[in-house]
């Protein structure tokens, strides 16, 4: 099982970084120079079937903020970013 520090590690271009507040999750793609978006997704729908869409919606908002299109090996990575952290957070 990969940890957290393991994936920093492969995907030094992306990090998440997540926060709960009531039943709100707030993620924050941030990129190798440190641009930031975020995205709110309520804590009933963070979870693996839903990825997909998750991953999709920070990359949307990544492309929106910063003017570019994400070539697909970086969405993949943003997605998988998204899934590591549903995992995380559901094995709390």
């Not at 940890?3 to 970084?17: L, S």
């Not at 910063?66 to 995380?88: C, F, H, K, T």
């Amino acid at each position: 099982m990969n940890t957290m520090g393991d994936v920093k590690k492969k995907n030094q271009e992306w990090k998440i970084e997540v926060s709960t507040e009531n039943d709100t999750i707030t993620l924050v793609l941030i990129d190798k120079n440190d641009n930031r978006v975020s995205r709110k997704v309520p804590s009933s729908e963070f979870i693996v079937e839903n990825v997909h869409e998750i991953g999709r919606n920070l990359e949307f908002e990544y492309n929106k903020a910063n003017n570019v299109i994400l070539e697909p090996y970086n969405i993949s990575r943003i997605i998988g970013l998204v899934n590591d952290q549903i995992i995380a957070e559901s094995d709390k």
